[in-house]
């Protein structure tokens, strides 16, 4: 698909005709105004007819699929990854913060959190930013789609309401048994103030409840602890001790949509006229009638309310990151009380961290710098191009961006059809 936009800006109905969209680029009739999805500005006045299409969104904590359809065609398809990494930087923030100020107390500590500044509606960052990834997403495809109606799926459950029917307002936010020495006490009495490795044997009295993922990972709830005698636990940190702990059943996901699902459907709302809401259920059972697989852009086909169009056979994968490190030095102090730079040079040999570059004919990403020159390449899901490609060889295609886009093939599920009816 070539997107196309009017001489005003006014999104048009989308184009296959390459023939004669690069010779209306040679001619000057039209200009490049986005790479990826590729689109075209028509640069003459033409007429405005469209076909009325549906945007589906498959809203989630950690993936968002996106289905742009008309009855008959897709027209838009995608799936976006969020960002989880908010949570840890802001615990590493706030430790290296405490640090500073225990070394160096250069103003009285204050001890509220200014809960009485915050204004009605706020939110914690980690799903402010999930929000803002949803409504960017929905505004890129507005930008380049005449889209009329949007359909938004959001979880359908409350999982901390299951756990705790009588939970409202602030008690959302402190997750499970937010107090640790009352979950160190209840762990301690699961576990029947047995250490759960040795059971007893090497009949050590002193017990210590054990973080099976770190702090900043995993928090302090329940199924993140476990009691182990201080002879185990030790020897646990020590690497002498090799036992596989897997914690419990992680709600995390659940309970971010459960907390934002309401403010994400009204401010989509605030912003575009005709939006609706829909629920798992509903299009579980649309996938299983039309036969179609499950994925994040299929379950948003299905929410679009046109399972049965024409699907494409690409859609793209977009990754949400940071586009720069804010943390100025490194948290080890080297000799003579020397801090260590954390950040590489705005710009080394041109080329800045995500870049999107050609290496030996492939497109990938930077991942890593060196200020020699020579750069980490690997693709979103992970494949590794170089480790130490040099800058000579790459290619600049377009610089970082908040969302990182890569088109990826995909194996069209296939109709029955219908006698008189053709298919491209």
Known sequence: MVYVIS??????????????????????????????PFTIQLLYDTTTYTQPITLGVDAGSKMVGISATTEKQELYAAELELRNDITKLLADRRQYRRSRRNRLRYRKPRFSNRVSSKKKGWLPPTL?????????MIDLVHTILPVIKIRIEVAAFDIQKIQNPDISGEEYQNGVQNNFWNVREYVLWRDNHTCQVC?????????????????????????NLITLCETCHNKLHDGELKVELKRGKI??????????RWELYNRI?????NVEMTFGYITKQVRIKNNLPKSHRIDALCISGNPNAYQLDYYYYIKQVRKHNRQIHKANILKGGRKKL????????????????KYKG????????????????????????????????????????TFLFDRREWHIHLHPIEDGVSCA
């Open 7 to 36: 001489k005003n800006g006014t999104p048009l109905m989308p184009t296959t005709r390459y023939g004669k969209v690069r010779r209306m680029l040679r001619d000057g009739k039209a200009k490049v105004v986005r790479k990826e």
């Open 128 to 136: 402010e930013n999930k929000i803002h990834g949803h409504l960017k």
């Open 199 to 223: 059971h007893g044997k090497s009949k050590d009295k002193i017990l210590n409840v054990h973080h099976i993922e770190s702090r900043k990972t995993g928090g302090d709830s329940p199924n």
């Open 251 to 260: 709600f995390r996901d659940a309970t971010h949509m459960g907390i934002m």
């Open 269 to 273: 709302k605030s912003i575009y006229p």
């Open 342 to 357: 954390n950040q590489s040079p705005y710009l080394v040999k041109g080329f800045r961290l995500f870049d999107k570059v």
């Open 362 to 401: 492939q497109e990938c990403f930077i991942f890593g710098r060196r200020s020699s020159g020579y750069f980490d390449l690997r693709k979103l899901d992970g494949t590794i191009i170089h480790r130490s490609a040099s800058y000579k060889k790459l290619t600049l295609i377009s610089k970082v961006k």
